[in-house]
């Protein structure tokens, strides 16, 4: 279409010259030395013409081998990104030996993009195939010298893909020197130290993530929790209560706040022989602030005052006359202080409230002692119920010394049995 338009204008431009010269066909006269050349406007005209054709025939000849050359490097192009496009979905498939041999042949181009090499490494990672994976990444560098630092990146995650702390950490500190600032180099340390579970270092490294915003707000909280979660627990491991008292006061006040932080620091405060001190923290938290957690925990410590524990967990509920959890709380000190009668209330107004497992289990543990082994065995079934018939390592009896002999509790069960 194009070149018959073309060629209708140079139709109309033609025969429109002819009608113009035809009265008058012009004169030129070019002469150069003793030659000269005489014709008509118009066939002069028509020869330059002519020349101009011919001249831009002989430039688009010249140009022949290069457009030949820029048609086929597009066509290979074409090709290896087809290639390259197979070789991802074949990967994201699961088909990854196949991805991994489509990719390596595309690794030995010499032009290959950086991406080609960087997806064979991850491929080979998959198949656990390490020899492969470093030599598809020692290609990389070399054919791509300017991309160190995207390179060691990968091979750092890839490496700790596979638990291949070392050379990880000594590619990391590679990557510290060239790359001191990068955001992606603070998550993989972070990475690192989580798997090597090196918590003073996670500390330490806790502010520059903050500052680089690596993680959300979200996540950066929950790590912080870890951190000093492990740190308690290796105080509480130590037996040493002084240190674990020093550590927690090391810990932000944002991070205290969290309970179930809290609670890891009152269970090593037990644990190290600080029940009062336990005790009076549950107390004070309490007070401030109702927590379901705490005031389970409350109920399980079990070297503190009982009867002060008691006065004052009956105070609580007057504010919550209800709550399920404090009321198992009070059954379980209750049964410290030698209260059946009031263990085996409170028991069976939690069970009212919201039954659980362990409140069936410690009533039922109660009447099994006190020698009314049916209504035992019925509290274990419906506790059993509730555990969805979970029976391995199913402990339905109390732990030795929870409650004296039945013939104690007989004795206790007169006027003490009510309160």
């Not at 050379?167 to 130290?193: C, F, G």
């Not at 915003?213 to 491991?237: C, F, K, S, W």
């Not at 009668?341 to 409140?359: D, L, M």
């Not at 069936?360 to 969805?388: H, M, S, V």
Request: net charge neutral.
């Amino acid at each position: 279409m194009r070149w018959l338009i073309l060629g209708l204008l140079a139709l109309v431009l033609s025969v429109s010259i002819a009608l113009v010269a035809l009265p008058d066909p012009g004169y030129v006269l070019i002469g150069y030395g003793s030659y000269s050349i005489e014709t008509t406007l118009i066939v002069f005209l028509v020869a330059m013409g002519v020349a101009y054709l011919l001249l831009r025939m002989l430039a688009g000849l010249w140009q022949v081998p290069g457009r030949v050359r820029h048609w086929s490097h597009r066509r290979h192009d074409v090709r290896f990104r087809s290639l390259y496009d197979e070789a991802v979905m074949e990967l994201v498939d699961g088909r990854v030996e196949r991805a991994e041999r489509r990719l390596g042949r595309l690794s030995r181009f010499p032009d290959a993009p950086l991406e080609v090499y960087l997806s064979a490494a991850r491929a080979a990672n998959r198949l656990e195939a390490g020899n492969r994976r470093d030599a598809y990444l020692q290609l990389a560098r070399h054919r791509h010298p300017e991309a160190e630092v995207a390179i060691a990146l990968v091979q750092t995650e890839l490496l700790l893909a596979r638990s291949q702390l070392e050379q990880a950490q000594t590619t990391l500190t590679r990557l510290q020197d060239l790359a001191p600032n990068s955001s992606e180099v603070l998550r993989l340390r972070m990475h690192l130290y989580l798997k090597q579970q090196d918590w003073q270092h996670l500390r330490d490294l806790l502010p520059d993530l903050k500052r680089s915003r690596t993680l959300g707000q979200d996540q950066l909280e929950q790590l912080a929790v870890r951190v000093y979660r492990e740190e308690i627990l290796a105080h509480g491991e130590a037996g040493n209560a002084e240190a674990l008292k020093s550590g927690w006061r090391k810990v932000p006040h944002a991070a205290q706040a969290n309970e179930g932080l809290m609670a890891v620091y009152i269970e090593q405060l037990v644990r190290t022989g600080a029940a009062q001190e336990a005790e009076r923290l549950l107390r004070e938290k309490l007070n401030s602030g109702w927590n379901a957690r705490l005031v389970y925990l409350y109920g399980d410590l079990q070297n503190a005052d009982p009867v002060h524990q008691q006065s004052t967990a009956e105070r609580w509920l007057e504010q919550h006359p209800e709550d399920p959890v404090l009321l198992l709380t009070l059954g379980k000190i209750s049964l410290r202080n030698q209260l059946w009668g009031k263990a085996r209330n409170y028991f069976e107004a939690s069970i009212a409230q919201h039954a659980t497992p362990e409140a069936w289990r410690l009533l039922g543990t109660l009447l099994d002692r006190l020698e009314a082994p049916d209504q035992a065995a019925e509290c274990y079934r419906k506790g059993i119920e509730l555990l969805g018939h979970d029976l391995p390592g199913l402990e339905l009896s109390a732990p030795p010394g929870e409650l004296p002999r039945p013939e104690d509790m007989r004795r206790a069960t007169g006027p003490a049995a009510g309160g």
